[in-house]
C-alpha cells in the first residue's frame, strides 16, 4: 500500500485547531477524525466556530495554530489534486454562460468529474441548463451551485448551510441527491442549524458552540444523552397508583383521563401501560427532540449559571 | 484537466458582457467617427486628421480595453466566485493569463475596428507600419493589463465605473491621447516616465516614422515590475483576509 493509499484512508484530520479574528476567538481548539465515507452534519448556533472551522479545512484559511489533513494531504495540495469541493455558504455564480457552460467549466478543471448531463439530471437543472447564469432565481442558483460541487466529483464535499435558499420541496431534493453522492462511498460534511436536517441526513453530529466541540457521535447518542421521551395518551378508568408501578417514568401528570409521562425508558413504559390498559388510545410518543438535546448541549454555562 | 476549456470560456464570457463590450469597443469607436469624420479632410502638423486621430484612439482604446479585462475581477470578488474558484484544482497562473488573455483580444479588437474605422475615412499605413504600432501598443499595454488586475483586486464593483473612467483618463490626458501636453522642460520629463505616453508614441509611428528609444522599453519593464509586485501583494492580501 502505497503512504497516499495509506493518507485516504485516514480520512479528514483535525488537531487543535485554533482561529482568532482580532479579539474574536472564533475556533478555539478542535480536534475531529472523520473517516473516508462518513456523512457528518456539523451543527451548531450563528457564530458556534462552524464556517471558521470549514474555510480551515478547504484551506481558504490558515489555522493560528493546530493542523488539518485531507487524506493525507494539506487542504492546498488536497484541492489541486481537486480531491475537494464545497458549496460555500455565501456567494453566487458568475455571469455571462449558460448553467450547461459553466459545469463543462468547472468539470474541465477536475480530474475525474461526472458527466455534466447526469449531474444536470440529478439536481434538476436541466431544465433552465440552457439560461444565463444571472438570469435564474435564488433557489435555481442554490441548485446550480449545488451542481459545480457536484461536477468535480470529489472525494470530500463540503456544503456550509446548503439549503438556506430552498424551499422544502427542493430542500427534500437537494438532500435525496446528497444522500445518492454520499452512497458513492464519498466523504460529505454539512454545517447547518437545522436540527432536522442534522437528525435526518447525518450519520454523525458533531455539536459545536463557542468555538469548540461540545458534543460528537451518532445521531441517536447524541438525543440519548438528553434522553427523556413523553408519552401522551388518553387511558378511560386509570388509576394513578398502577402509572406509578410503570418502569422507566421519572414523572408524571394525570387529568381526568388524559395523562403525560415523562420517561427514561419510553418504550417499557409503554409496553406495560398497554398491558393494563388496553383500551388507551390517542397514544404519543415525542422524543425528546434534538432541539433540546441541541439546547441543552450548546447553552453557555456562564448564563446557565445566572 | 486543461487550461484551455477554461481560458476559452472566459474570453467568451468577456466578448458576452454586451455593457462591458460597448462602453471598451463601442466609445473610442464612436468617438473616432464623430471627430474624424467631421475633420476628414483637415490636416494637423501637415498630417492628415483622420490618421492622427485614429492613432491616438488605438492607443486610447487598447488602454481602456487592458485596464478593463483584469478589473473584471472585481465583480467575481464580489459575488465569492474568486473564493469558488480557490477550491478548484484551476492554478492562479491559468486564472490571470485567462483575464490578461481576455483583455488583450478585447485590445486587439479595438484596434482592428479602429484600423478599419481608419480605412473607411481613407486612412493610409503600410502593412509594416501598422505592424509596429500595433506591436508597440501589445507591448505597452503590459502595464495596463496588470494595473486592471490590481484594481479589480482592491476596487468593489460600485467604484469600479468611476474609478476605471477615472484611470483611463488620466493616463490618457497625461500620455496626451488627446493631445500634447508639455513638450520640453520638467514636466515633460516627468511625462515621459509614464507609460501611456509611450502607448501613444506609439501610435504616432504611423506618421513620424521613428521606433521606440531605449527610455520607451524601460520605463514599460519598470511599471510592469512594479506592478505585477503589487498585483501580488494585493491578491495575497486579498486572499488572506477571507
Redesign the interface.
Known sequence: MTAFDAGRRDGILLSGLVKSYGPVRAVQGVDLHIAPGETVAMLGPNGAGKSTTI?MI?????PDSGSVSLFGLKPADA????L???M?Q????????SVR?LL???A????KPLAVDEVLEITGTTEFAQRRTHKLSGGQTQRVRFA?ALV?NPDLLVLDEPTAALDVEARRDFWAVMRGFAERGKTVVFATHYLEEADAYAERIVVMARGTVVADGATAEIKARVGNRTIRATVPGVQRADLEQLPGVVALDVRADAITLTCSDADAALHRLLRAYPDAHGIEVRGAGLEEAFMELTADPSEVAQ | MTAATYTRYEVLRCFRNVRFFIFSLGFPLILFYLVAGSNRHATTDGIKFPLYYMTGMMSWGAMTAALAGGARIAAERSVGWTRQMRLTPLSVRTYFQAKILSGYLLACCSIILLSLAGLSLGVHLSIGKWLTVVGLILVGLIPFTVLGIVLGHVLSTDSMGPALGGVTTLFALLGGSFGPLAQHGVFHSVIECIPSYWLVQAGKIAYTGHGWPAQAWIVIAVWSVVLVRLARFVYRRDTARV
Open positions: 474555510d478547504l484551506g481558504l484559511s490558515t484541492v489541486h489534486q481537486g475537494v469541493a464545497a460555500l455565501t456567494g453566487s455564480l458568475i455571469r455571462d454562460l457552460e463543462v467549466v468547472m474541465s478543471l477536475y480530474p459545480v468535480a
